[in-house]
């Protein structure tokens, strides 16, 4: 490191909105020193998720240098203020940062120590996905062991960890998906998760599973779809039922029948972990969360998504196969930095 002004590192940048394939590009800068209170981290693993892919094309409304949610870095050197850090820990940060670069300089406050012992893949991916499943079952309805949760997205990676989370506390989860030639099999799948019951998007307009009284009907409804799907779901939804949007795969606007909202008192909600990680008032709720979602993946009651480790310079590999393309639990494609670090 004495003569660390020298080296370089590499990040994947774009300059406008378009085709990850046609618009992102590797490019070197000069490794960063820390300042007093930073922290300079060399990443391990950053995953390529779908917002990440969504931001590049435009289609969210944000644009970044560097994409990249998520990732978990270990420490590489500490700036002369930073007191709650060493040199070797690892560290996920909790805020858009631009992940997808080999080194990188933060803010001690935006960063969390994770366990070392806690896998590459589960610490790569634990800063979006699972924290917005848990707050979503948290933040908006009381739900108990017994109750019913109802969502759309269901073999997303949100919608995996939903199931599995409300199966760790006793929480029903009647899932919605897609039609597909191999539908029956991804029910098998998502049955083995611990999801009650399963229903395409035809079948949960038709389905007695309330009426019969086996199941209460929802307080909550998780979506990621939008459009008439959604609208499914709010149909479904008991009085004084909450439907959560964290993510709107059609591209088309949520359709909500008047009488939902006068008569059946339905509220809409939305969420944006960043925005929550932001909220002074979460910390402490933030650092029991985090204790509780490191817990579960510990002990095997949070599985990491299915995963394929891609070598960094290797980065095109993991742009074109981040969408699924049958329409299962599509796998997440994680950047693997290890042959980079060896070249420092």
């Known amino acids: ?118 896998g590459i893949a589960e610490a790569a991916t634990l800063t979006c996905n699972p924290p ?42 009647v899932n919605v998906i897609r039609d597909r030639p191999n539908v029956e099999e991804l029910k098998t799948f998502l049955k083995n998760l611990g999801a009650t019951y399963v229903f395409t998007e035809e079948e949960i307009k038709t389905t007695d599973v309330f009426k019969t009284g086996r199941l209460e009907k929802p307080m909550l409804g998780l979506n990621c779809v939008g459009g008439k799907n959604a609208a499914q779901l709010i149909r479904h939804l008991d009085f004084g039922g909450v439907l959560v949007t964290y993510g709107g795969m059609s591209m088309e606007p949520i359709y909500v029948p008047t009488s939902a909202l006068i008569f059946r008192d339905i509220r809409l909600e939305g969420i944006n972990i960043n925005n929550w990680f932001d909220q002074e008032k979460n910390f402490a709720d933030r ?25 960094f310079e290797r980065y095109e590999e993991a742009l074109k196969n981040t969408l699924s393309k049958d329409g299962m639990v599509g796998k997440k494609y994680i950047l693997d930095f290890s042959v980079v670090r060896s070249k420092f």
């Open 1 to 118: 490191m004495s003569n660390g002004s020298a080296l370089t590192a590499s990040r994947l940048v774009y300059s406008e909105p378009g085709d990850p394939i046609n618009v992102i590009r590797k490019e070197t800068f000069p490794l960063p020193e820390p300042g007093d209170q930073e922290v300079l981290l060399e990443m391990l693993a950053a995953p390529v998720n779908p917002v990440d892919v969504n931001i590049v094309q435009g289609k969210y409304p944000m644009q970044v240098e560097c994409p990249g949610y998520e990732g978990v870095a270990r420490v590489m050197k500490l700036g002369p203020g930073v007191r709650s850090l060493k040199v070797g820990d690892h560290v996920i940060a909790l805020r858009y940062v631009g992940t997808w670069r080999t080194h990188l300089a933060l803010p001690e406050q935006v960063l969390l120590q994770v366990p070392k012992e806690l």
């Open 132 to 173: 917005t499943v848990y707050r979503m079952l948290k933040d908006y309805v009381e739900v108990k062991p017994g109750d019913t949760v109802i969502q759309n997205g269901a073999n997303s990676a949100c919608g995996v960890l939903a199931i599995q989370m409300c199966r760790q506390w006793g929480i029903n989860t």
């Open 287 to 311: 650092a029991k969360m985090f204790k509780d979602l490191i817990s579960m993946l510990k002990n095997g009651q949070l599985k990491a998504p299915p995963h394929v480790m891609v070598n």
